[in-house]
């Protein structure tokens, strides 16, 4: 195996072999006294059934990264595979449209008040419990209060790429 991870050397070789696993794509959105933002995520998990809890990392050189801690809420809406657009433009490379802007897509306001996907696979609506620095990522813990479910297939990200799960 090429490329070994060494304390003190660059991050190159980690974030190549980190870009082989293939992950879940959400936009995570808040709303409140900081604003209305949104960044599109790969790191989401759950945390606990009871309560329900779930995390969301988000790079803390990215100009969302206050507002969930200022706002005290936010969503983590996992993408369906044709909500493509939505995750380009919330990593701010749209194809059209202007980076991080809700007004590119169609949204519903969830039952907190947040914006939400309309079609995504599963969104969970949050108040923060939690939010710890680490490394490069502010990471947030939300208390799920609204979990929706939907049947649409998952979009996922791959060696740079966004990929669809199929059955065969």
């Known amino acids: 195996m090429e490329g070994i991870v060494r304390p003190g050397e660059s991050a190159e070789n980690f974030i190549a072999a980190m870009g082989l696993a293939a992950t879940g794509v959400s936009v995570i959105t808040t709303e409140g006294e900081a604003g209305r933002l949104g960044r599109t ?3 989401i998990s759950s945390v606990s059934a009871d309560p329900p809890l779930i995390l969301a990392c988000v790079n803390r050189k990215s100009p969302a990264v206050a507002a969930p801690d200022a706002n005290g809420v936010f969503a983590v809406n996992l993408l ?8 380009e433009t919330f990593s701010g490379k749209p194809r059209e449209g202007t980076p991080f802007d809700f007004a590119n897509h169609d949204w519903e306001t969830g039952r ?3 914006p939400i996907v ?10 923060l ?12 813990i939300g208390r799920v209060l609204a979990a929706h479910r939907g049947s649409a297939e998952r979009l996922v990200y791959c060696s740079r790429a966004f990929r669809r799960i199929t059955n065969h």
């Open 41 to 43: 995520v790969s790191a």
């Open 129 to 140: 419990e939690a939010s710890y620095d680490a490394g490069s990522h502010r990471i947030f």
């Open 112 to 114: 907190t008040g947040l």
């Open 118 to 127: 309309t079609d995504a696979t599963a969104v969970f609506e949050c108040t």
């Open 80 to 87: 369906s595979a044709h909500n493509q657009p939505y995750a």
